[in-house]
């Protein structure tokens, strides 16, 4: 007898009811259509304003709510299009749509290129006059930001220079995603139940979850031997990515490519320091956490390969859809009834597209507009916990879209990525805590327990590696040493010695860890996460353990959107990032963790 395949259903089997609602945006793709014309045919409006900005406040401020009214009626359009896409990504007429509306984008993003630098051409006495008007209030903090950035425009012809270079110095980022996506292959590996399973990039990690030993140590030996082929091309793309960093740096004036990363939301360099120097005085909390996982896996030593499977078996525990939002409301209360009430009747209403279906895109997003309802794409699995906590996570993202949208226009709510990630961990945290309080058993608060110490070793910890991996070899590139293999990987090894401390067994494989990290085609964002998990933390024991003046400074940051800089909106919800008191919190909480989870087991 052949066991039945099951298999995903199309979309168009998919109840209502399990879908997102998208008429907040179109009540369909006729309406889409419709309103696309109209926006397509305002391109020309742009012209109207060429070369009068510098005439009077009452000119610029004209242009300018026109700018806004054009990219406001555009995120509308592109959101559409973009969550239409990802519902059956084989879906041709919505890949089409998106297509026309990129078009248009760009069309329209040529038309108005214009504007900053006529801008910045205006002389500063002028200008300071210009944003004492009260026409240009309602744009005065965008002017403001806009104009820090004179020093580093250059002239007309040279931004065109730079501006032509931009697919060239893409290449390492997309020579390493062929390369590893495409052209290396790992062959298969006998999982722990005898089947034969492809290794590759998205099934490495599951395999290093695997309870067998054997399993993952050979895994890891395997998945290492391509890069080890490869590691002089990788070398090579790595040190030319870091090469295009130090070379917009200097293009544009600025002392350092962190520097130039740090600008735009105004951090100083000293936030990265503390984030550093915090995590390195806490490193024996993570040293004593792998001893653990040693003694309680019964293993001899312990290698990398041993520290992502869980040390307890899996908690099985089923939550439905219902289950699991009720569980997260519930998690959620300290943040009150008018938060976890707009949240649950999203949840329940039309913000989720929650399961799988044939061609729909994999993962979990928030996705929200000024104008629309703040979407969350599932493909939820009653049976896996971590889906609860995604649903968490995502909510928090979508919630910090629901207030800043409500509470800001629409230049000054869309927040940046240093503050997303406190309001999404937020809520993960607090679902965390509630369910190790509730726990009904020893091994399940050890389980959870467990959970939320790999959470923050990943978030806080090892990205803090990253990054400073990232800054060390930017330093040796401006300092003029060559980036070679050899260098890349001297260099990683001092940090996996210094991170994984001296008990701990690190395989010379390793040491090429850093050839396969993507995050570094993108430098100096990976600390984000870091500062933002560490945030959230001590957001989270403010707010639970204070009172109604907590919560709504809280609240107020959610409301903040981009109205002020990212470290202005958390210091006025009560946490300074320029000092290491939320770094030292977050893992003073970690080690607490490290020694329940000790005596648990």
Known sequence: MIAKVKTLPPRSKVKPADQWDLTSLFADDAAW??????????????????????????????????????????EKLGTYAFLKT????????????????????????????????????????????????KQLA?????????????????????????????????????????LTDADMKWGSIKNERGEMVELSNATFSMFLQSHDRRVRKKAF????????AHANTLAATLSGSVQRDIYYARARNYPSALEASLFHDNVPVSVVDNLTEAVHRHLPALYRYYDLRRRKMKLPDIHHYDTYVPILSDL??????????????????????????????????????????????????????????????????????????????EAGHSMHTYYSARNQPFQYYDYVIFVAEVASTFNEQLLARYMMARATSDKERAFLINREIDAIRGTILRQTMFAEFERITHELAESGEPLTLEA???????????????????????????????????AFYVYKYATGLSAAIALVERVTGGGPQELNDYLSFLKGGCSKYPLDLLCDAGVDMRKPHAVDTALDYFEQLVIELDELL
């Open 33 to 74: 259509e419709k309103a696309f014309k109209k926006w397509e045919a305002r391109i020309g409006r742009y012209e109207d304003f060429r070369g009068t900005l510098g005439d009077d406040a009452k000119t610029l401020a004209a242009c300018l709510r026109f700018d806004t009214d054009f990219d406001r009626e555009g």
């Open 86 to 133: 990802t519902e059956d990504t084989a879906a041709g007429e919505y890949q089409r749509m998106m297509g026309r509306y990129r078009n248009v984008a760009s069309r329209a993003g040529q038309a108005a290129s214009y504007i900053r630098p006529e801008i910045m051409a205006i002389p500063a006495a002028k200008m300071k006059k210009f944003l004492d008007a």
């Open 138 to 178: 309602p744009y005065r903090l965008a002017l403001e930001q806009l104009l820090r950035y004179k020093p580093h425009t250059l002239t007309k012809h040279e931004e065109k220079l730079l501006a032509m270079q931009a697919e060239m110095a893409d290449a390492s980022n997309q020579i390493f995603r062929q």
């Open 221 to 228: 030996h395997e998945y290492y031997t391509q890069f080890d």
């Open 316 to 393: 099985r525990k089923r939550h439905t859809w219902n289950q699991a939002v009720k569980l997260v409301i519930k998690a959620i209360e300290p943040l009150g009834s008018e938060y976890c009430g707009a949240l649950e009747e999203g949840l329940q209403g039309g913000w989720c597209d929650r399961y799988p279906n044939r061609g729909k895109q994999s993962g979990a997003f928030s996705c929200g507009s000024f104008d629309g309802y703040p979407y969350i794409l599932m493909n939820y699995q009653p049976d896996v916990l971590d889906h609860v906590f995604t649903l968490a996570h």
């Open 488 to 522: 890349f990987k001297s260099e990683y090894r001092k940090l996996l010695e210094l991170y994984f401390g001296p008990d701990f067994a690190l395989d010379d494989e390793l040491s090429l860890e850093c050839l396969r990290i993507p995050h570094f085609y993108r």
